[in-house]
């Protein structure tokens, strides 16, 4: 199911073999309005190995989060294994969460929030106050550090959550979409943010997006699923040197290749499912995905 879409000729990244996170014919399904169970995922096996960076893409409702929730353990599958590092997953410090919402605690400042992270993983409040400063440093809001979320604009909300996520030097970190809510321009600061902090200390990272230049700039890999039941159709290897914020990324024609091959799949999905508002309509053709 590997895929170097398109044929790209860029050099391979370095990816380690040793799968952390493992998938084994995985489905899951919820309870519908009338009561029959609506599959969200269906077959899924998938391998993420240690220090790789992994986007999940595919339109709205494939079961992008669900799969996610499968992995931190808060959702439980119907058929199939879920392992991490080997074990059965379950919620703890060796992960982290970053959420489109932000969710920081509104009546803790910004250090109060990345410290409330940290206090089953550090007892000490000293050594507790020293590790959130110095992810609030690193994500650029040390003048903000006795702010409280009101007081902070969008862009800053979500590197006060990163700095929390981050805070917890997690082994794995598990991204939903956290960028959606961001003007354009903040979403592409908080994205080269991001690659700086991630490759830093290169956590298995998955991140849930809806945008295909988003998946390109930041993966090393891109898991394309196809909608209900949810279902991966192609793990792509990105294949573009990093860092990429160096240089101009978009401009090279591995990234203008990646881009138009996964917009023309994502688009034939969308009009071929009958649930999808643009189901058999062609003008889709000329929208473009944006960042
Ligand atoms: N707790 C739940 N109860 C009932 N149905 C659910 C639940 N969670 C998810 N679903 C359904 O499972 C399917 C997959 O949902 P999921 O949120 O994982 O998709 P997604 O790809 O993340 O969607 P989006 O891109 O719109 O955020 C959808 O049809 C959704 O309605």
Same mark, same amino acid.
């Given at each position: 199911?590997?895929?170097?879409?398109? =044929?790209?000729?860029?050099?391979?990244?370095?990816?380690?073999?040793?799968?952390?996170?493992?998938?084994?014919?995985?489905?899951?399904?919820?309870? =519908?309005?009338?009561?029959?169970?609506?599959?969200?995922?269906?077959?899924?096996?998938?391998?993420?190995?240690?220090?790789?960076?992994?986007?999940?893409?595919?339109?709205?409702?494939?079961?992008?989060?669900? #799969? !996610?929730?499968?992995?931190?353990? #808060?959702?439980?599958?119907?058929?199939?294994?879920? *392992?991490?590092?080997?074990?059965?997953?379950?919620?703890?410090?060796?992960?982290?969460?970053?959420?489109?919402?932000?969710?920081?605690?509104?009546?803790?400042?910004?250090?109060?929030?990345?410290?409330?992270?940290?206090?089953?993983?550090?007892?000490?409040?000293?050594?507790?106050? *020293?590790?959130?400063?110095?992810?609030?440093?690193?994500?650029? #809001?040390?003048?903000?550090?006795?702010?409280?979320?009101?007081?902070?604009?969008?862009?800053?909300?979500?590197?006060?959550?990163?700095?929390?996520? #981050?805070?917890?030097?997690?082994?794995?970190?598990?991204?939903?979409?956290?960028?959606?809510?961001?003007?354009?321009?903040?979403?592409? !600061?908080?994205?080269?943010?991001?690659?700086?902090?991630?490759?830093?200390?290169?956590?298995?990272?998955?991140?849930?997006?809806?945008?295909?230049?988003?998946?390109?700039?930041?993966?090393?890999?891109?898991?394309?699923?196809?909608?209900?039941?949810?279902?991966?159709?192609?793990?792509?290897?990105?294949?573009?040197?990093?860092?990429?914020?160096?240089?101009?990324?978009?401009?090279?024609? *591995?990234?203008?290749?990646?881009?138009?091959?996964?917009?023309?799949?994502?688009?034939?999905?969308?009009?071929?499912?009958?649930?999808?508002?643009?189901?058999?309509?062609?003008?889709?053709?000329?929208?473009?995905?944006?960042?």
């Amino acid at each position: 199911m590997r895929s170097d879409a398109a =044929g790209g000729s860029a050099p391979k990244s370095p990816i380690p073999t040793s799968p952390i996170i493992e998938m084994k014919g995985v489905s899951k399904g919820f309870g =519908g309005g009338s009561g029959e169970r609506v599959a969200a995922l269906q077959d899924i096996n998938l391998e993420l190995t240690e220090g790789t960076f992994t986007a999940i893409l595919g339109p709205s409702g494939c079961g992008k989060t669900t #799969l !996610l929730r499968l992995i931190d353990g #808060l959702v439980q599958p119907d058929a199939g294994t879920v *392992r991490v590092a080997g074990h059965p997953p379950r919620p703890g410090p060796e992960m982290g969460f970053v959420f489109q919402s932000f969710r920081l605690i509104p009546w803790r400042t910004v250090r109060g929030n990345v410290e409330f992270a940290l206090v089953e993983a550090i007892a000490d409040p000293a050594e507790r106050r *020293r590790r959130a400063d110095r992810y609030i440093e690193r994500v650029g #809001l040390s003048r903000f550090a006795d702010a409280y979320p009101r007081q902070l604009s969008g862009g800053m909300k979500q590197r006060a959550a990163l700095a929390r996520a #981050l805070a917890c030097e997690p082994e794995i970190l598990l991204l939903d979409e956290p960028f959606a809510s961001l003007d354009a321009q903040t979403r592409e !600061l908080m994205q080269v943010e991001l690659m700086r902090l991630w490759s830093e200390r290169k956590s298995l990272a998955v991140f849930v997006t809806h945008s295909v230049d988003e998946a390109i700039f930041l993966a090393d890999q891109i898991v394309l699923m196809g909608p209900r039941p949810g279902r991966i159709l192609e793990v792509i290897d990105v294949n573009l040197t990093r860092p990429r914020w160096s240089y101009d990324v978009r401009a090279e024609p *591995r990234f203008a290749e990646l881009r138009q091959y996964l917009w023309e799949r994502i688009r034939a999905l969308v009009l071929a499912d009958p649930q999808s508002d643009f189901y058999g309509r062609d003008e889709v053709q000329s929208v473009s995905t944006g960042s």
